[in-house]
């Protein structure tokens, strides 16, 4: 397990690598075999005003929302964005946000008519979803430094209309939980830019509060919320899996899950009462108790096996017919970095959703990426990182066709509106990123 370590923290140093690689050594990487040629319809594109694109896109109805990166002399700051996914135009843009702490801001959700996001700072920003202007500046907490302690740690929030939840890292002296809660009703939304102090109340405690760490984003389903913390003993030890009733604020359940370290960024799907949850491992549980019902542990390396472990950084996990796609943390340099067979090595993967069985993948062509397809009439689109735009047939794998014109980091999430696949493509000259809709 402690080489599994070794290997996730490796990969990751590939992937920025073999971003230097491609700029300055496209040549090297020709395929042994020739690839075929996937020509998209285009439906619009969009040049971005901001450089890369560091928050993961929102949408709601036909709109898609953003926090792009804007670069002025020698700072960088954000902005948000509202974009019509119809026809690719700007629907507003809100004010710019210079606070020296650059781009690195939380995921963006909506309540109501408000649009809510939260700086490195621990400031939670609020906007109007029908012009963008600021309503509301809020500090998770009584000082500077308090707000440091409370602010998102994972950079992911999320909302049931009447609150925000997010995982904080915390410290000792701060408050001692990390699952903690701001109601909605108690910012006072005319106060435009002044900033106001809310402190938010803890809703999972223990006796030892590094118990409560957790580092992977929750979710909530049915007025339930669901995370899962981080086990400090890995590869010994726990993480839990937690279910809060968000209307009693009382822990429904709590599951111990064994092996598993509780890293991946993005883990948890729930499908017809059923909560994947993707880690050192791969679990499917009832979401009413708890229940393992069945899972796949992968020993090693060297693998025996298909590798199935997620990317770290994983976006989310694509649910389709019973089937999951999502990728794994493999690279090109998996092979002589785990002593594994190539054959073993796949940077996407379709899993059953029922055996959580190995079906298909792809071999890694470059770095690692961790973003998920996007599965559309029973084809399997996906930008990946540095190796173009590759579609495939989603039940069995076999690849349709490659546009290598398109490229990214490969961490961003995509977005499928009705028959549009939406995605970023990336110029690595300028650092500016095109918004682009194809028809699938």
Known sequence: M???LLFILSSLLLTACSSCDFLFNS?????KEEEPVYMPNYAWKLELDGMQIHSQAYTADNYLYLLQNIEREKEDGVQLIKIDMETGAYVWKADQIFDGHQWYSSNIVKADNKLYFMRKNGIIYCYSDIDGTRLARIQV???EQEALHNRCKLEKIVTDGAALYWGSAGEPGS?????????LDAIDYTQNGAIQIRVPRSLYTKADWRQCIFWSAPIIDDNMLYFNTYNR???DGYSTLVAIDLQSEMVKWEKKLHGLQGVV???LLIQKNIIYILDTSLLRIDKQNGDILNRYDEIGPPFTQPMMIPAISLCGIWYDNDRLYYTTVAS???PSQTGDSWELVYSLVCIDAKTLKFLWGFHPVSGSSSTYPVVKDGKAYIVTHIDGLRVSDAKSGKLLGVDKSIIAWGDEANVLYKDYFIFFNKNFKTNRATLCAIRV
């Not at 040549?27 to 395929?31: A, E, F, V, Y």
């Not at 408050?175 to 109601?183: C, E, G, N």
């Open 2 to 4: 402690k080489k599994y």
């Open 27 to 31: 040549g090297k990487r020709n395929s």
């Open 141 to 143: 907490g009584t000082t």
């Open 175 to 183: 408050i001692s939980a990390h699952l903690l809660k701001l109601d």
């Open 233 to 235: 003993d890995y590869p």
């Open 265 to 267: 960024h993005n883990p």
């Open 332 to 334: 090109t340099e998996t």
